[in-house]
Nanobody, 124 residues
Framework: QVQLVESGGGLVQTGDSLRLSCVAS????????MAWFRQAPGKEREFVAA????????YYADSVSGRFTISRDNAKNTVYLQMNSLKPEETAVYYC?????????????????WGQGTQVTVSS
């Protein structure tokens, strides 16, 4: 079992930056592929970024590539999402997710554990 707790969300303006954190409890954090998703009101949950247990070769949605950076610190059981140049359309609840296995999946159904989410609001 893995419990995930996100933090770092908030209200920012267009073009601002924000860093989200997700702390995992439970055993063998380094065994999990980690990812961030987001869900805006009335929309489906959307893949943002994923990172392998080694932290190498992260994968991003096209819409965030070049602006967002996913990273992890296995010693701290934490995964991060640095978000730069935020846009109003990126207002959503951001979720941290974990899955066993090495594949960097983009389908939410492929992930075994989820956090409760943290709200990010980008004002125009």
């Amino acid at each position: 079992q893995v419990q995930l707790v996100e933090s770092g969300g908030g209200l920012v303006q267009t073009g601002d930056s924000l860093r989200l954190s997700c702390v995992a409890s439970g055993r063998a954090f380094r065994s999990y592929t980690m990812a961030w998703f987001r869900q805006a009101p009335g929309k489906e949950r959307e893949f943002v970024a994923a990172i392998s247990w080694r932290g190498s070769n992260p994968y991003y949605a096209d819409s965030v590539s070049g602006r967002f950076t996913i990273s992890r610190d296995n010693a701290k059981n934490t995964v991060y999402l640095q978000m730069n140049s935020l846009k109003p359309e990126e207002t959503a609840v951001y979720y941290c997710a974990a899955r066993l296995g090495a594949r960097l999946e983009t389908d939410p159904a492929s992930y075994d554990y989820w956090g409760q989410g943290t709200q990010v609001t980008v004002s125009s």
